[in-house]
């Protein structure tokens, strides 16, 4: 079946620019999880939603990071006025209950200029 | 959740198993032991998980210690395929909670 896709999966942007970054969950899973991976290191965690509710937002690292997910489905990750330390991958992942393991999108490589 | 420490890289022989240790001294008794494992260029790939028992899939086998202390995935038979970065991580199995990587362990698989 379909996996968790995630577009576009490269973004170059210019210091400043806005981005947004789409998440399409696995059908039905009502877990969405969003995570930033810098070169080099281990995925962190970003922020959690359940259905339409975001239900933790401690890893985002600014007021510039902004998600959404307006109808439990597909999910939004915006980053207002990138920076450099803004660069690397995001990644989307979905699990559903009975809590389940989570299956993970192919990531969106950030470049910012 | 509790941290977990694995080494920085492993070299295995394609054919032969491969061994991936992971301590987690400081795990509480109902987080469980995941393992996913990430190829390059990809996102990570769930592998297995377990609480007590030792655990087995298609891709891999789970040997937790009866301490709980520590743990070792198991690869049968390596293929070049294989060669990614494996983490381990502990955590609790519930709804929303969000899985804490560590460095994980670089494993080569050569010819």
């Known amino acids: 079946g379909a996996g968790v896709s995630q577009s576009p999966r490269y973004k170059v942007a210019k210091r400043g620019q806005d981005v947004a970054l789409r998440c399409d969950p696995i059908s039905g899973h009502v877990s969405l999880f969003w995570y930033q991976q810098a070169l080099g290191q281990g995925p962190e965690f970003l922020t959690y939603?359940?259905?339409?509710?975001?239900?933790?937002k401690s890893g985002l690292p600014s007021d510039r990071f902004f998600a959404e997910r307006p109808e439990g489905s597909v999910s939004t990750l915006k980053i207002q006025r990138t920076q450099q330390e803004d660069s690397a991958v995001y990644l989307c992942a979905s699990s559903s209950p009975p809590p389940d393991t989570q299956y993970f999108g192919p990531g969106t490589r950030l470049t910012v200029l | 959740d509790a941290k977990t420490t694995q080494p920085p890289s492993m070299d295995c022989a394609e054919g032969r198993a491969a061994n991936l240790p992971c301590n987690h001294s400081t795990i509480s008794g109902n987080e469980y032991v995941y393992w996913y494992r990430q190829i390059h260029s990809q996102g990570p790939q769930y592998i297995i998980h377990g609480l007590k028992n030792n655990e087995t899939n298609e891709m891999a086998s789970l040997i937790i210690t009866e301490d709980r202390k520590s743990s070792t995935l198991i690869l049968p038979h390596a293929t070049l395929r294989d060669t990614a970065v494996y983490y381990c991580?502990?955590?609790?199995?519930?709804?929303?909670?969000?899985?804490?990587f560590g460095g994980g362990t670089r494993l080569m698989v050569k010819p």
């Open positions: 991580i502990v955590g609790y199995n519930n709804a929303g909670n969000m899985l804490t």
């Open positions: 939603f359940q259905n339409e509710a975001q239900l933790d």
